[in-house]
């Protein structure tokens, strides 16, 4: 048994065929003859140029199956579709206004001949044929063949799967079609379908629109049900490609809803949906589709799901019942882009019946509204009707008396895109007729003439063609046809008294530069759930810090295992590793220390650098000045001493900088405390011989000179410094610091830094240099007031204030100091406490002796005035 899509292809076969054979003008060179007539619905008005049209004024359609033995009976149309009926009038309407704009057209009138398809193929094609080559019984050739065609341009049709058939022929022939409901991404080739345009975006800008909208809530994991044609399975392709290429989402299950109520496939299905933990589900299919599963998933009581709409069910009426609104309220879908038609309700209203056109051939579409909506039929009426209580149409009835969607016109969506499928003819046609013979753009720049119109003509300016609606949007179409897409986002919204609402919570914009833009208002959105708040849908949870995805095998990227990223590796140590921003695969922690790449150690290694450059300098002038009297007065040898160790001081914090190695954590507090000790010891000796030389000048004071000789204070010195080296080694044997990786203070570095060991080893250690320093500070303080002009003790006390100074605020700073950043301050604190014994113990006296030279006397030096 063939299926009816073989029995529609071959139906189109050959209608294909006669029609070619009924436009072919060489085999007929004086007339053309039809071979029959298509019994059609249809609405028509006379003009100077007609335009075709074709709507779905019905929802279905009977006839005999074809036996290929004998003539096809004429299909019969049933389940009158008021909406269909709506748009067709919405044509009329437009047309209408056109006729009545003298801006648009002038002295042109517009007609019209409007078919119903059915929402059938073969009988689309019919219609569409019908308006390509007339219905006339017999058209007359003269010999220049001139005259109109039937139609210049047609509005149409609905379906996808019709629009291709429609296209394939007549794009032969480049007869302008311009569809208001054709969602098909397929149709969007132009080089396949030349004359093809419409005023609905297509399927591929809807399904970036709701990838939009899946990002937007953070929605990976979806189900998707369509439905068996091309607007389904291209839509299905589309949805794949695009999350494939975002890698923003996956597909649990793809499924085909049937053609007809299959029980035991909708069944099927159901349980797919329940079985799966995707909590949102992706419907492209028309309403009939889903009406049919909704069914099941009633019986099967499915709830807790969130549904998307594509734009062939996001408004539909006949799903919003109580019945079925808890199960699909909060349901968020993509709709046609609504618009405001001003005076179209009064248009409708106007309507009144065709009295002398009943239901013989070429039935009024008009006739049969007329009885939908009343209830009640025209003379001749069918056998038994009056008998069973049915009533008489008049032509009379009142519209306004009747409750019916068809005049609610509160959100115009196919309606808004037919009004803008006419208006982009006639705006083609406006520009043709005003152009100006010798600049037009055919042959010989020729313009297009009103007596000899043909459809590639108006094709040239369609393409070109670019205004604005009424209600402010503009207009045009891409090089393939489509025009600047832009959808509502809708909600289904379900009251507390049981009614329901379909709100407007956002739209979706087409952008050139910035690609898909959606704007929502999340505070208006209804959520079918307890919490009232957006549903979670995901496969696998984000993966932790520190673990990485794992793929599970046979399922789709969404679906993953978190492994920490510790296994598998050859180390077992954790805070090795860490998992990339992706959360896919595990990379090696950064690793931070105080380096010299960084500006932070460059810095301090330069002033390190600087400050021992500067003790040499300082180290050259006081041996180039060692025999004047302030090098000799201020004990020359201990100064010596006291430079070299501040050398030493500045050198030690180079140590602090660079990658933690074990010889140089055990290396840089040792040469610290060492260095500073020496330099320490030096000042606290310096100290005290110049208090001991105060003394011995006085009566019976030189005894204390004995104490204070050169091998004494040498002997000093090393003393001290001896205790601080012993200090150090005792640490070192006993808890040596070692390099260390820090993770404390971040899960995805790794601070590198040397570790103390002993805290007591290191609190030793800087205590006996404050020790040092304090009582340098303290016997410098007594001998302040000595009586020299240039006063030494001065000097001494000032500058161990500032050591003192420095290094009682490094102790709270060190502690609280994260990281590399404790190494930086105890570098800082170094050569600060360096620079400030430098300057104040030596800038004095260099002052003296590169700049007042006059200063640098034994009389001054010993306060017994100035020499001149």
């Not at 007359?140 to 629009?163: E, R």
């Not at 379908?193 to 899946?214: C, E, G, H, N, W």
């Not at 690609?515 to 708040?533: A, H, V």
């Not at 001290?720 to 990786?741: E, F, G, M, N």
Request: glycine fraction near 8%.
């Amino acid at each position: 048994m063939c299926s009816p899509l073989q029995t529609n292809l071959v139906l189109v076969i050959l209608l294909y065929s006669n029609f070619s054979y009924a436009l072919s003008s060489s085999l007929f060179p004086s007339s053309c003859q039809l071979w029959g007539q298509f019994r059609l619905n249809e609405m028509h008005n006379s003009g100077d140029i007609i335009l075709g049209g074709l709507f779905p004024v019905h929802f279905y359609s009977s006839g005999s199956y074809p036996s290929f033995t004998s003539e096809p009976q004429q299909p019969t149309c049933h389940g009158f579709y008021e909406l269909g009926f709506r748009q067709a009038q919405t044509m009329a309407f437009a047309i209408d206004e056109i006729n009545r704009n003298t801006n648009l057209l002038p002295n042109v009138t517009l007609g019209y001949t409007l078919y119903d398809n059915c929402n059938e193929l073969g009988i689309g094609f019919r219609g569409v044929l019908s308006l390509a080559s007339g219905q006339e019984d017999q058209i007359l050739l003269d010999d220049t063949c001139t005259g109109n065609p039937p139609v210049l341009g047609i509005v149409g049709d609905s379906s996808s799967t019709a629009s291709i058939a429609i296209s394939s022929v007549l794009g032969l022939y480049r007869v302008p079609i311009v569809s208001y409901f054709a969602t098909c991404s397929c149709l969007s080739d132009h080089k396949k379908y030349p004359s093809f345009f419409r005023t609905i975006p297509s399927d591929a800008f809807q399904v970036r629109a709701m990838i939009k909208i899946l990002k937007h809530f953070a929605w990976t994991w979806a189900g998707l049900l369509i439905s068996d044609d091309d607007y389904g399975r291209h839509a299905a392709r589309s949805i794949q490609f695009e999350l494939s290429l975002s890698g923003e989402g996956c597909l649990d299950y793809i499924e085909v809803l049937p053609w007809d109520k299959d029980t035991y496939e909708l069944r099927r299905i159901v349980n797919v949906m329940k079985k799966s933990t995707a909590h949102v589900v992706i419907v492209f299919a028309y309403e009939s589709r889903i009406l049919n599963l909704m069914e099941e998933v009633v019986r099967q009581n499915v709830t807790g799901l969130q549904w998307m709409a594509s734009e062939a069910w996001s408004a539909a009426a006949v799903l919003q019942t109580p019945h079925l609104m808890p199960y699909l309220g909060g349901t968020l879908g993509i709709a046609i882009r609504h618009g405001e038609i001003p005076g179209l309700r009064e248009f409708l209203l106007k309507i009144r019946p065709n009295l002398h056109q009943n239901n013989s051939y070429g039935n009024s579409m008009v006739n049969q509204f007329w009885e939908f909506t009343f209830q009640c039929k025209f003379s001749p009426v069918p056998s038994g009707w009056l008998e069973g209580g049915g009533v008489l149409c008049t032509g009379q009835e009142d519209l306004e008396n009747v409750y019916s969607d068809f005049l609610d016109i509160s959100s115009l969506r196919p309606e808004y895109n037919v009004y803008k499928a006419v208006y982009a003819l006639a705006h083609s046609l406006n520009n043709m007729l005003r152009c100006k013979p010798g600049n037009g753009h055919f042959s010989g720049n020729s313009c297009a003439a009103l007596k000899s119109l043909e459809p590639w003509q108006l094709l040239y300016y369609l393409e070109r063609v670019n205004f604005t609606t009424p209600f402010g949007d503009q207009v045009s179409f891409d090089e393939n046809g489509d025009v600047i897409p832009i959808y509502d986002v809708m909600n289904w919204l379900w009251l507390p008294d049981g009614s329901t609402k379909v709100q407007n919570v956002g739209e979706v914009k087409g952008s050139v530069l910035n690609g898909e833009e959606l704007i929502l208002d999340e505070n208006k959105i209804f959520w079918n759930f307890k919490s009232r708040t957006p549903p979670r849908s995901v496969c696998s949870e984000s993966c932790p810090p520190g673990t990485h995805m794992v793929r599970r095998k046979g399922e789709p990227k969404c679906c993953f295992d978190c492994i920490p990223c510790s296994e598998g590796k050859i180390t077992n140590k954790t805070e090795d590793f860490w998992s990339n921003p992706q959360r896919d695969h595990c990379v090696p922690k950064k690793t931070e220390f105080l380096s010299y790449h960084e500006p932070l150690g460059i810095c301090l290694a330069a002033t390190s650098l600087l400050g021992t450059f500067i003790c040499a300098v300082v180290l050259g002038i006081f041996f180039y000045y060692r025999r004047t009297p302030i090098i000799r007065a201020s004990n020359s040898e201990l100064s010596f001493q006291l430079l070299l160790s501040l050398k030493l001081c500045f050198l030690c914090s180079l140590l602090f900088i660079g990658r933690p190695r074990l010889w140089t954590c055990q290396l840089r507090h040792a040469a610290f405390g060492i260095s500073f000790v020496l330099c320490v010891s030096c000042i606290l000796v310096k100290t005290m011989v110049v208090l001991a030389v105060f003394k011995a000048s006085k009566p019976g004071g030189a005894a204390n000179l004995k104490w204070f000789g050169a091998m004494q204070q040498r002997g000093t010195i090393l003393f001290l410094t001896c205790i601080q080296a012993i200090i150090c080694t005792t640490w070192l044997v006993s808890s040596s610091p070692t390099p260390h990786k820090n993770t404390q203070y971040h899960n995805d570095k790794i601070i590198y830094e040397c570790s103390v060991g002993s805290s007591v080893g290191f609190g030793v250690l800087l205590g006996y240099i404050g020790i040092l320093a304090f009582l340098s500070f303290l016997i410098a303080f007594l001998a302040r007031n000595l009586p020299d002009s240039f006063n030494e003790a001065k000097l001494i006390t000032f500058s161990m204030l500032i050591f003192c100074a420095v290094w009682v605020a490094f102790v709270p700073a060190y502690i609280s100091s994260p990281g590399n950043h404790a190494d930086a301050v105890e570098v800082f604190a170094i050569l600060a406490s360096s620079f400030g014994l430098l300057v104040a113990l030596f800038g004095p006296k260099c002052y003296i002796m590169l700049l007042r030279p006059e200063m640098n006397t034994k009389k001054v030096i010993m306060g017994r005035g100035t020499e001149s």
